[in-house]
């Protein structure tokens, strides 16, 4: 097996596993898993410290995917082994290492991973979905819940299969980790516009 696709492997999910909600927080010396929901999502982080430090930890989310994706698509040819280097990612966000395999959601590497596989233009085109989801429903559990399923369909028929299974794959683990949101959503318990990256 190549070694570098070996090396990135484990990069993007040591790297997906810094839980930036976790370090802000311990810095200003909050316990985050003290605050809302417990989890070290960039809405927890906005209640804990203010919009924008939830900004600030949102935004190193995506780009702790971005890196290891653009690296995997710029260094290796394996389309499956890009995939896998995106995937770990989202992999190491929602279950890091450094953080007993308590993360985030899996929305915001997935939003890095799939900006630069798809392209800033054609993802930004497809964000207006997410966009118009939120708008109707006012619930961004639910907007991040059925996003990645749609984008799938997108990615079924403009890009190669393994994109496709990449949507499908990062779909699944963002529904799995959305998974007491969606029994707040069925008991009619989830707040509304409640962000959870």
């Not at 990449?166 to 509304?192: C, D, H, M, S, V």
């Amino acid at each position: 097996m190549n070694s570098l696709f070996i090396s990135l492997s484990i990069f993007a999910y040591l790297l997906g596993s810094l839980s930036f909600g976790h370090l802000i927080t311990k810095i200003k010396k909050i316990d985050i898993t003290k605050i809302g929901s417990g989890s070290p999502t960039a809405t927890n982080v906005s209640r804990a410290l203010g919009w924008r430090w939830g900004l600030l930890s949102g935004g190193l989310d995506i780009l702790k995917a971005i890196i290891p994706t653009f690296l995997a698509l710029n260094y290796l040819k394996n389309d499956w082994q890009i995939i896998v280097c995106a995937i770990l990612s989202t992999l190491g966000h929602i279950f890091p290492l450094f953080f007993k395999f308590q993360g985030g959601r899996g929305a915001s590497t997935f939003f890095g991973a799939s900006i630069v596989l798809t392209g800033p233009k054609f993802f930004l085109s497809l964000f207006s979905i997410w966009i118009l989801i939120f708008l109707i429903t006012r619930f961004a559990s639910l907007t991040n819940l059925i996003f990645p399923w749609l984008f799938s369909i997108f990615l079924y028929f403009y890009f190669p299969f393994s994109y496709f299974i990449f949507g499908i794959t990062e779909a699944i683990l963002i529904t799995f980790a959305l998974r007491y949101n969606i029994e707040r959503l069925l008991q009619g318990k989830e707040p509304k516009t409640q962000l959870q990256f």
